[in-house]
C-alpha cells in the first residue's frame, strides 16, 4: 500500500470517529433538552423519540469504533464499517419508516442528508473490506496488545460515555 493511500485511510478513519463523537455528543444534549421539555410541560415524549435516540447513539458508537480501526489500519475495520452500515441501512428504510417515523415524521431534506451519508458510508465499507481482502489493513491479532489495549479501552470509554449522557435525569420525561 502507498503512503498516500495509507494517509487517506486514517483520516477517513479519523473523520468517522470525530463524526461518531459528535453524533453521540448531539444525542446525547438532544436527551437532556427532551427530558427537560416534558418535564416543563408537564407530559412525556412518545418512547419511539427516546427509542430513536438510543439507535443513534449505538450506532455512533460502532462508527467511531469502525473508525478508530481503521486509523489503527486493523483488518477488524471491515466487519466494523459492514456492521456500522447495516445498523444505518436498517434503520433507513426498516426501523424509522415503521416505529419512528409516524410519531415524528423527519424533515425530508434532513432525511435526505442521512440517506446520502448512509450512501457514502457504504461507498467506503466497499473500499474498506476490498482493503481487508487484498491485506492491506494489518490483523489485528498481530498488533501489540498495549494497542490493542488501548483502542479497546477507547471504545469502551465511548460507549460508557454514551451510556452515561443518553441517561434520563431522574424524573425527567415523566409526567406527574
Known sequence: ??????IA???VGLFYVASGVLVARTLAMSAVTDATWSAIVGKASHPAERAREIWLAAGSVC?????????????????????????????????APRFFDPH??????GRAR???????????????VAAAMNGALRP??????????AA????????????????????GGEAE
Do not use: C, K
Not at 140 to 149: N, S
Open 104 to 109: 415524528d415524521a423527519p424533515e425530508p431534506t
Open 1 to 6: 500500500m502507498s503512503i498516500a493511500s495509507e
Open 140 to 149: 489485528w491479532r498481530a498488533e501489540p496488545v498495549w494497542l490493542l489495549g
Open 63 to 95: 462508527v467511531a469504533a469502525a473508525g478508530l480501526a481503521l486509523m489503527l489500519m486493523l483488518d477488524v475495520a471491515a466487519p466494523l464499517f459492514v456492521l456500522a452500515t447495516l445498523q444505518q441501512l436498517v434503520y433507513l428504510y426498516v426501523v
Open 9 to 11: 485511510f486514517r483520516i
Open 152 to 171: 479497546a479501552a477507547a471504545v469502551g470509554f465511548g460507549a460508557l460515555w454514551t451510556l452515561r449522557a443518553m441517561r434520563v435525569p431522574e424524573g
Open 114 to 128: 442521512t440517506r446520502n451519508a448512509a450512501f457514502v458510508h457504504l461507498a467506503v465499507t466497499v473500499v474498506v
